[in-house]
Structure formats: structure tokens, C-alpha cells
């Protein structure tokens, strides 16, 4: 399983974008990338996941440069309900080897 | 739309009595797992299941039992509970894409 890398902590303000990089030398050509978000007391739920270049839903972009050994999650205008825990993680997701090992994750704080 | 259910939600138990968490899921994904998360720390893993009949150890699998014996049902076991085991617990079910997990059991060993 291919280990990733992310700040611990981020702050920023309401309206703000924001980017979390995760690092992740080691990815497999078979990996996918997946973001989870975390609140206080809850279990964590999926944001979106990618393979390459660029996705999008309706809550976060993800991007994903051609050497895949990084990948940014961005959220756009960020609201202080945005305040959680963003988890990397990486793997081959159709897999049964694939076990969400979770890092430390990135601890982001959005203030007024 | 249930998803992932765990009961019970809260749990206090003391050292040497043993439990069982219930795990539940209504999506007929065949991966499930358990995880641990203590203050201050990420999740790890201590046992998951590619399927009925299939179990494996995570990361921290020590003092935890495990059986899946339907698709649906994943019930972890505490053999003799102790204090290191309080924390919050968390059930999930995998699909290709993402991972849903439980509402968590907040379980304190005293």
C-alpha cells in the first residue's frame, strides 16, 4: 500500500479556497486516489476519488498531476462547516487487498 | 436508506467483561471492516472480511474476535475487556468506490 503524506493542520476563512496536497511517492499503477472527510463523532464519509488529471463533484475538485505522485484536493469557498479532518488515502479500490489504511489525516480549521 | 448500523451507540463495561458489537449493512458489499479511533489519533484498522465466511487481521487485531457468517452481519467480539480497549469503534462497508461507514460505538472500559 502506497503511503501518503499530508499537513496536520490548516487554517482559513470563510469564502476562502483551500488545497490539501498529499503526497504519495510510491503510488501503484493500478492505485486510485480517495479523500474522505471527518467531523467530530462521526465516522468519516467519501468526498471523491480520481485517477488522473482532474474531477470534480459537487462538494470538491481533485487533481492529479501526470507523475500521480501527488494529489491536491481543493475545496472552493470554504464555509465553517468545512471544519473537519480531510483524509488521503490510496489503493487499488476494486481490489480485495485494499484495506483504507488512514493516515494522521490534515486538521482543517475554517474561522469567520 | 440505512446504509452501515451499528448498535449500541454507547457502552460501559468493566475490565475482564466481554461484548459484542453489532455491525450491520444493507448494501450487500462484500468488504467489511472494523476500525478503532482513539483522541488525537487517525482510524486503524483491526480486523476486516472480503466476504462471508473470509476474515483477516488489521493493524490491531489483539483482544478482537471476528465472524462473518452472512454478507450483511459483522459483529466484533471484546474477549476481556480492558481499559487500552476504550475508544470510539467504527464499522464500514466498501463498495469499488467509496467506504460507508457506522455512526460508531463509543465503548469505555473501566
Known amino acids: 500500500l502506497a503511503k501518503t503524506t499530508q499537513p496536520i493542520s490548516m487554517d482559513s476563512y470563510e469564502g476562502q479556497e483551500v488545497n490539501i496536497t498529499c503526497s504519495h511517492n510510491?503510488?501503484?499503477?493500478?492505485?486510485?486516489i480517495t479523500w474522505y472527510q471527518q467531523f467530530p463523532s462521526q465516522g468519516p464519509r467519501f468526498i471523491i476519488q480520481?485517477?488522473?488529471t482532474k474531477v470534480t463533484n459537487e462538494v470538491a475538485s481533485l487533481f492529479i498531476p501526470a507523475d500521480r505522485k501527488s494529489s491536491t484536493l481543493s475545496l472552493p469557498r470554504v464555509s465553517l462547516s468545512d471544519t473537519a479532518v480531510y483524509y488521503c488515502l490510496v489503493g487499488e479500490v476494486s481490489s480485495s487487498s485494499y484495506k483504507l489504511i488512514f493516515g494522521s489525516g490534515t486538521r482543517l480549521l475554517v474561522r469567520p | 436508506n440505512a446504509g452501515v448500523t451499528q448498535t449500541p451507540k454507547f457502552q460501559v463495561l468493566k475490565t475482564g467483561q466481554s461484548m459484542t458489537l453489532q455491525c450491520a449493512q444493507d448494501m450487500n458489499h462484500e468488504y467489511m471492516s472494523w476500525y478503532r479511533q482513539d483522541p488525537g489519533m487517525g482510524l486503524r484498522l483491526i480486523h476486516y472480511s472480503v466476504g462471508a465466511g473470509i476474515t483477516d487481521q488489521g493493524e490491531v487485531p489483539n483482544g478482537y474476535n471476528v465472524s462473518r457468517s452472512t454478507t450483511e452481519d459483522f459483529p466484533l467480539r471484546l474477549l476481556s475487556a480492558a481499559p487500552s480497549q476504550t475508544s470510539v469503534y467504527f464499522c464500514?462497508?466498501?463498495?469499488?468506490?467509496?467506504?460507508?461507514f457506522g455512526q460508531g460505538t463509543r465503548l469505555t472500559v473501566v
Open positions: 480520481g485517477y488522473k
Open positions: 464500514v462497508a466498501r463498495g469499488n468506490t467509496e467506504a460507508f
Open positions: 510510491n503510488i501503484a499503477t493500478n492505485d486510485y
